[in-house]
């Protein structure tokens, strides 16, 4: 079983930065795809990156591509999310998520972090 932890979130004006990280507990973490999701008021979650167990392969939503950057430290047990350029239209709460590398649905989830980006 792996438990995952939040953590960056946080109000920031329209053209700024944040990273969100997660901390990982369990001893599947180094073999566990990761993914950062995100849901924003009314709307469904949507994913937004996910990057693969050696960390060697990404993959980004297109309303994120080129101003967010997904990495992870498995020495750390640790998955980033760095967020440049941000826009209004990122406000949403960002869920950190894992499966196991072969498994087709998201096992593990956060609890969530609330990102909010002002005009």
């Known amino acids: 079983q792996v438990q995952l932890v939040e953590s960056g979130g946080g109000l920031v004006q329209a053209g700024g930065s944040l990273r969100l990280s997660c901390a990982a507990s369990?001893?599947?973490?180094?073999?566990?795809?990761m993914a950062w999701f995100r849901q924003a008021p009314g709307k469904e979650r949507e994913f937004v990156a996910r990057?693969?167990?050696?960390?060697?392969?990404?993959y980004y939503a297109d309303s994120v591509k080129g101003r967010f950057t997904i990495s992870r430290d498995n020495a750390k047990n640790t998955v980033y999310l760095q967020m440049n350029s941000l826009k209004p239209e990122d406000t949403a709460v960002y869920y950190c998520a894992g499966r196991r590398t072969g498994v087709s649905s998201y096992g593990y989830w956060g609890q969530g972090t609330q990102v909010t980006v002002s005009s």
């Open positions: 369990g001893r599947t973490f180094s073999t566990s795809v």
């Open positions: 990057i693969n167990s050696s960390g060697a392969t990404t």
